[in-house]
């Protein structure tokens, strides 16, 4: 699932690639803006992404849709 992090007063935005479940992402998306504390996300390799609980604008998560392979019609 694509997970994109805006940050307050920053023009980029964070796109993490990440294996959890929507339900997790916003889980600790709440708790980290409610009490002001880290946001941690893991993404596919890995990698840990740490964004200040409050300095998110907002996060905008995709749809959980498996990578399609192949050349095949769509």
Do not use: C
Not at 17 to 40: F, H, M, N, P
């Amino acid at each position: 699932m694509e997970i994109k992090i805006g940050i307050q007063n920053i023009g980029r935005e964070i796109v993490v690639d990440s294996s959890q479940t929507a339900e997790d992402v916003a889980k600790a998306v709440s708790e980290a803006i409610s009490s002001g504390s880290e946001l941690r996300l893991t993404d596919d390799k890995g990698r840990v992404v740490i964004v200040p609980g409050n300095a998110v604008g907002y996060v905008e998560m995709g749809a959980d849709e498996p990578r399609r392979v192949g050349f095949g019609a769509l």
